[in-house]
């Protein structure tokens, strides 16, 4: 612990800045990418940029899928074409409360 910690005093946080998540949410709950981002700081910590690039790809993986939901996008499109494929051939009718038709009402 350093004698003067400048930081606190002037209210800056020069250390946090670096990590999106990790910076003050509201209502004092993590971001959702917290554990994430903070598995991959964690395992990257003290190897160096070469060594973390190659030993923390999962880590670095994992956190950049809960950030963009690049493959998560990716399965839902595959969903949907396959379910639209399947309309068209006739062998799958989606149920009548996902028609997109109203109910009569009253």
Request: charged letters at 30%; proline letters at 6%; glycine letters at 6%.
């Amino acid at each position: 612990m350093p004698f003067l910690d400048l930081q606190r005093r002037l209210g800056i946080d020069v250390d946090s800045w670096m990590l999106r998540q990790s910076t003050a949410q509201p209502y004092g709950t993590a971001a959702v990418c917290h554990a994430f981002e903070r598995e991959w700081v964690e395992c990257g910590h003290g190897l160096g940029r070469t060594r973390a690039v190659r030993e923390c790809a999962l880590e670095y993986e994992d956190f950049m899928e809960c950030m963009n939901r690049r493959k998560l996008s990716a399965r839902l499109s595959a969903i949907l074409e396959q379910r639209q494929k399947l309309m068209r051939e006739g062998r799958y009718s989606p149920p009548e409360h996902h028609q997109g038709t109203e109910q009569p009402r009253p």
